[in-house]
């Protein structure tokens, strides 16, 4: 069984510029979770997307933002990037709020 | 609001040793706590999960207790072996939803070295 799928592997972009990073879930999950691992912070909880529906969001600003699709795939957007935005971005899915599972992770530096 | 601390916040022991790893966290109503483990600049592994009624789980070498009443967790790893050697990751997901409270709350993890 496939696990969680993320894409791109790494991503450069320049301040003030868009990313957008996308994940597909374990087949079956309808939960997927974003997080970001930002060096020295640890990790922290973004958003949560169920059924097509972002259900909640951590404390991050609304340039970050996203969505879900209906086949449970989501992508994060990071809009006006900021130098402190570089971080590695986990995504992980799960059934109901169960054992969550994670992906590779996308890997973004802002220049 | 739920803060997870884990100590020791690095840990080198010889091959063959028995650890144990720590986690502890302020809030006690919680939904589950989970671990994982992280190697260098890669994603998370998940190692063992516990729901709240439940007081400990077993995966082959690896050990995980919960107390919930008294906010804490522990990781015990038998016979280390040098592949062990990552950071481990305490993470809890909250009883109630709402105010951003539906992620996992992460610790800062313990760096493990396991020398062979």
């Known amino acids: 069984e496939a696990g969680v799928t993320q894409s791109p592997t790494h991503l450069i972009k320049t301040r003030g510029q868009q990313a957008t990073l996308r994940c597909s879930p374990i087949s079956g999950h309808t939960s997927v979770y974003w997080y970001q691992q930002a060096l020295g912070l640890g990790l922290q909880f973004l958003l949560w997307?169920?059924?097509?529906?972002?259900?909640n969001r951590g404390n991050f600003p609304p340039r970050f933002s996203g969505r879900q699709f209906p086949n449970y795939s989501s992508e994060l957007n990071v809009n006006a990037l900021e130098l402190e935005d570089s971080a590695l971005y986990l995504c992980a899915s799960s059934l109901s709020g169960y054992e969550q599972y994670f992906g590779p992770g996308t890997r973004l530096t802002v220049t | 609001k739920q803060e997870v601390t884990q100590i020791p916040a690095a840990l080198s022991v010889p091959e063959g040793e028995n650890l144990v790893l720590n986690c502890s966290f302020t809030d006690s109503a919680i939904y589950n706590l989970q671990w994982f483990r992280q190697d260098p600049g890669k994603g998370l592994t998940s190692l063992l999960l516990?729901?709240?009624?439940?007081r400990e789980q077993t995966s082959g070498r690896l050990n995980a207790s919960l107390d919930k009443s008294s906010g804490r967790s522990t990781l015990y790893i038998a016979a280390s072996q040098p592949g062990d050697s990552a950071t481990y990751l305490c993470?809890?997901?909250?009883?109630?939803?709402?105010?951003?409270?539906?992620?996992?709350?992460f610790g800062k993890g313990t760096h493990l070295i396991i020398q062979p």
């Open positions: 516990i729901q709240s009624s439940q």
């Open positions: 997307y169920d059924e097509g529906e972002e259900r």
């Open positions: 993470a809890v997901r909250p009883l109630y939803s709402g105010g951003g409270a539906d992620g996992l709350t």
